[in-house]
């Protein structure tokens, strides 16, 4: 025998004290269940409400390991309930031997068949199968993080570790494993309570077996499974699905009337259309009407189903409930049309683009009138008498456009924006109000059914029906044109807010108000008399006033006398209370003076921009500021030929003159004083003007408001406007009219069943309320105001969704003047609702009727007597899903108490 000498550093080379990687995943895996405290059991719980797990929200634990190579996700589900003292308390002793919440749940009978939220629900807001089918109310999930898992070798050893982890932790939750393809839902569980292991088993069969489709089939799987005869009977649970996907009297058609169209409907008392947007769906809202007829709790030995018996007639159904299937992106009208307005607003595509005669006056008629120079002051944009002959009155005949609009159409838009055309007007205007308080969730719009309203709703419409951009061009061309005739003959312009241009409203309203101001001045100016009929001693006076300044250093002087006297005093209006001037004992007299300069916003920003640029110390920017106060101080001077600036002040600014202490009482006249610290500056605005001012009464001032210029500028903003700067100016109005729209459509019945129909108004509101008063951006880093009216738009859409789909499911579900808000708004949210009386009830018998119509539509048999019978005595059609649920509990005939036993 030969001694070898062993090498201890080769004998030991493997080292079994090294985990290997099955035993790291089993060790990370019982220390999850460790850090979410599932290992120490439920001391109290109590029993589930009604479909409550559907109702209330669920907290989502995750956690990610690695087995070997493969990522797996864990995930811990748990639904947060009310505190068991609000609900009622039941103890772990006395719910089942065990003192398990996972039997509680599966014995329970208050969760079955809960539906499911809506598809678009948040995932912590999604009620997971497992809870859906089992109504368990804790449980967590081992899932692949990529690939499924379908090798039975790998789900034998994930399944071993998962028993291993449960039994180490002590854990008394349901452990899932997802396997096979995640779309199928195949999940394998175990759960451990005490000496009872429950396990959870799921199959999933490509054909069902004929058997298995009744309950007789099921009892006989179940109690052949469980092997073991219980003392009660099985506790039955059934669900029939019947689906309704064709609707005959019950269909929804959303009414699409176009007005001005030729196929339009005049369905007011005048033979008129009722101007609006389109509103509704293209296709009923409604796809699916999915009926539940339930039987909750039946002994296994009452009841009989089988291939040739069945006792689950759904006419006798305790329980009947209803859930819809909507669909899933209808065509809004109001939103496409709103949607294809906003796609032009980056046009840069000028008027004479679709009109050329517009760039070249081809318009122009020759021989229609008896002056031709009438032609020199004739706008390029043709006029509108051509198509209103009663506005137009003798006016001479132009050539008109020739664009998608016809005659006729025309006419009717152009006598709905300006009614007072007609003799006998259709469309008349609402008597203004006069501007209220401001309010600050007040669109910058203009008053509802106002003109600019009217025209902003005329374009869309144009837009999206009579020919798009072209359509829009031409009614454009024709409004503007209608403007310069109406200022040319100071005609009123109809459906505008008195007053100045307000700046809380839009600016195209704000256009329209300096036209109406123009006239106002004009009117006053000369009379009345139109542009086209001034005389021409009157049309030369107007011309000397509107461009001569009269120079008045010579008058004053001749006033003065050669001695330097004072002028005589003019343009008083009224004493000023018994004040006296300072310098002499006579009174001072209120002047009369020119009427405040009125401007749109876009005029004062100019201005602003302007000053700006120039600077405080520019002497352009100092005239520019004080051309009112100097016509306003020489109009002074001249009614108080011997005032001085104190006078001036204590008049204009009684702020900044300070009276002594104590008053004197001997001149109670107010003369004792003196200026305030900012009037006493050497070199301040006001002396400089008041030093340069004259002694000029207003009515031989140049007038400070040109009203022919500024009309023109009005007039010229809108003949040369592009598409896209109609669509801009018009975009907030057309919102504007859109939240009218949906708040005006749905009765009081319809917004009770729109879920928080009320919030939601005023959130889109005030959403546009604030995009309206934003300065239109397309460009730049900041978000384009398009992208901001797209989204907005996509909200309100949704809100005409849903009232269109409260109306197809009144006229489903209830006969005329019927209707239930509270269970209309349960169907809306996706949830299921239960009939009060079951198959009983009114609403029962139309969906029954609405099955009868269904399938004799589908058998295309004709409506006779024979057909006409009552609903009640005609089953529905074969279901489409049904569902059992099978459970065993209580002692054993042989073995004493046993486990629970279930079966969905």
Known sequence: ????????????????????????????????????????????????GDHELATCKWNVARETIKFSDVELHVVHYKACLETAEDVGLITSEASTSSGCQTFVDLLSTENDYCFVQKANADDADKLHPLAQWYGLREFVIVTPAKKSITNESQIRILMSSVHIAVAESSCD?????????????????????????????????????PTCKYLSGLLEVFKGKIGVQYVDPVVVSVRFTYSLSRFISGVFASDKSIPFSDGGSEDTPGGRWNVSLPFGVSVDPVAELLVHCTWPQ?????????????????LTAPLWSVRVQFEDTPVCFMADCIQEFLQIVNSRRALTEYFSELAFGATQNLDGGPNPLDLLTESKIPSLSSVLPTIGGSAKKQHKLEGPLNDEQLKDMLYYL??????????????????GEFDPLKIKSANPDSLVHRLTTLLALCNAFFGGKRAVAQLWAEFAQEMRYRVERCIPIPGVAGGFPDSRTCLLHQKLQMLNVCMERRTLREGGLPFSMTSAGASGATGESDEEFFDCSDEEDAARGGDGSLPEPVGRLSRLGKMLLVGSDEPLYIPVTQEPVPKTEDQLEDDAEVMLKLGPGSELCTQMMSASLLSDMESFKAANPAAGLEDFIR??????????????EQDPFGRRGHLSSRMLIPGNTWQTVWESARHVPARRQKRLFDDTKEAEKVLHFLESRTIGQIAQLSMATLFHVALLTLSGQPTP???????RFSETLEKLTASCCKLSREAWTSEGPRVSSAAKYEQLLGEMMQLECVITQVRSLQRKLFEAGESSPELVQRMLQARETELPEGAGSAMARRLVGMFVEAKRAANEQA?????????????????????????????????????????R
């Open 1 to 48: 025998m030969m001694n070898e000498e062993v090498d201890d550093a080769e004998f030991f080379q493997q080292d079994f004290t090294t985990a290997s990687d099955w035993e790291l995943f089993n060790a990370r895996l019982e220390e999850i269940f460790h850090e979410w405290k599932l290992s120490y059991g439920q001391g109290t719980f109590r029993k589930l």
């Open 173 to 209: 939750v349901p452990v899932f494993v997802q396997v096979m393809d995640k779309v199928q839902n195949v999940f394998l569980g175990v759960c451990e309570s005490g000496a009872v292991r429950l396990s959870f088993d799921i199959v999933h069969l490509h054909v069902t077996p």
């Open 298 to 314: 039946v002994a296994d030995n009452v009841v009989v189903d089988s291939q040739t018996y069945s006792d689950f007639d759904p």
């Open 418 to 435: 300006f009614p007072d055309a007609q003799q006998d007007p259709h469309w008349p205007y609402a008597p203004s109000t006069g501007p």
């Open 651 to 664: 008049w204009y600014s009684p702020r900044d003159w300070i009276e002594d202490e104590p008053v004197d």
């Open 749 to 755: 019945s319809e917004r009770d069943a729109v879920p």
């Open 863 to 903: 409506s006779t007597a024979t057909d006409q019978q009552s609903a009640s005595n005609v089953s529905l059609p074969d279901p489409i899903e049904k569902q059992f649920t099978l459970r065993l509990s209580g002692d054993t005939v042989t073995k004493g108490p046993g486990t629970p036993q279930f079966l």
